[in-house]
Nanobody
């Protein structure tokens, strides 16, 4: 069964950096778009960054210039490089993937989330 596997969260001081990693496990999605969302306590889940196979990455205004999303060398992998982290970046970060299995069935996958805490 296909699923997303995330890693890279943790505790970091303000101004520090973290790199999140996400991979589709158990299969391959074609025409895949992958992205990162986050949800802070008491807040709605919000888009952080998204990347498609043929388009330019998009970023939430809150993270522009600090975060960078990129494809990994292996298929269906994506990184989120987070620099100049602020306490308000504290949240659970979720990876999302949308694509086609066997080029027929559209699949939308969510990861289980990885905690990012920015604190002195």
């Amino acid at each position: 069964q296909m699923r997303l596997v995330e890693s890279g969260g943790g505790l970091v001081q303000p101004g520090g950096s973290l790199r999140l990693y996400c991979v589709v496990s158990g299969g391959i999605l074609s025409n895949n778009a992958m992205g990162w969302y986050r949800q802070a306590p008491g807040q709605q889940r919000e888009l952080v960054a998204n990347i498609t196979s043929g388009g330019a990455p998009i970023y939430a205004d809150k993270v522009k210039g600090r975060f960078s999303i990129s494809w990994g060398a292996a298929e269906n992998t994506v990184f989120l490089q987070m620099n100049s982290l602020k306490p308000e970046d504290t949240a659970v970060y979720y990876c999302k993937s949308e694509g086609y299995e066997n080029e027929i069935w559209k699949r939308t996958l969510w990861g289980q989330g990885t905690q990012v805490t920015v604190s002195p």
